[in-house]
């Protein structure tokens, strides 16, 4: 493996843990998850099955979704997310269990805290995560998936996505256990601010790099 390569590899794969310490802090709010958890951590709440597990049967899902949507310009760089899922689902659960000393929330002040801790830890995770462009994850692999199949924008498909996730999550939470379980403000709040932090985050590494060039990418004028 090159050097650079193998500098990749590593990025991407603490980009991958950063997100998951970011998922566990959501957890810990007490104010529901984060919109790409929603589903796995519905199964969680319903039927008691553990976060990494229902993430990597989440995950497992994404992929027969993309084969279905797919066919034959499925490939195997899309079943490797499955490897990815597996992996991100460890981390899941080892950052959960690294959190364990750290008390769930039981004030308003706390769960904004640890909310606040989440949506910026989730973006500098995003900001490891993607420059690598090595394997997506599935979540990312059945956005795409759409967009070509059906051709709509990649942006658009998200937005509907996360709204989708969150919206399922929600019905299958009131009707079995009569709350809302993995949804709350949390998970709106981090629908709109991951992206906001995360350009902030883009804007000063460009800005102490010296790419003051790239900070239109990022929105700046």
């Known amino acids: 493996m090159k050097k650079e390569t193998y500098k990749k590899l590593i990025q991407y794969l603490i980009g991958l843990f950063i997100m998951t310490i970011g998922i566990a802090f959501s957890i810990k709010s007490n104010m529901g998850i984060s919109p790409v958890s929603t589903i796995p951590y519905t199964m969680t709440v319903i039927w008691g099955v553990e976060i990494g ?3 990597i049967i989440f995950h497992c899902g994404l992929v027969i979704l993309q084969f279905i949507l797919l066919r034959d310009k499925f490939g195997i760089s899309n079943l490797a997310q499955v490897v990815v899922g597996v992996i991100f689902g460890y981390f899941t659960s080892f950052s959960v269990y ?17 909310m606040a801790i989440s949506i910026v830890t989730i973006a500098f995770g995003i ?9 997506p994850l599935a979540g990312e692999g059945a956005m ?7 051709d709509k924008p990649f ?4 937005i509907g996505f996360d709204v989708a ?20 403000i949390c998970t709106v709040i981090s629908a709109i601010f991951v992206g906001v932090v995360l350009k902030i985050i883009l804007r000063i590494y460009f800005i102490l790099s010296g790419k003051e060039a790239d ?6 004028e």
Do not use: E, W
Request: net charge positive; with cysteine.
């Open 165 to 184: 996730m969150v919206v399922i999550s929600a019905i299958t939470c009131l009707y079995f256990i009569h709350s809302l379980g993995s949804v709350g």
């Open 127 to 135: 900001f490891l995560y993607l420059p690598p462009n090595l394997i």
């Open 53 to 55: 597990l229902a993430t």
């Open 98 to 114: 690294l959190l364990s000393f750290i008390p769930t929330s039981s004030s308003i002040l706390m769960s904004f805290l640890y």
């Open 215 to 220: 900070l239109k990418a990022v929105g700046d």
């Open 144 to 150: 795409q998936a759409v967009s070509i199949v059906f």
């Open 155 to 158: 942006p658009r498909v998200k």
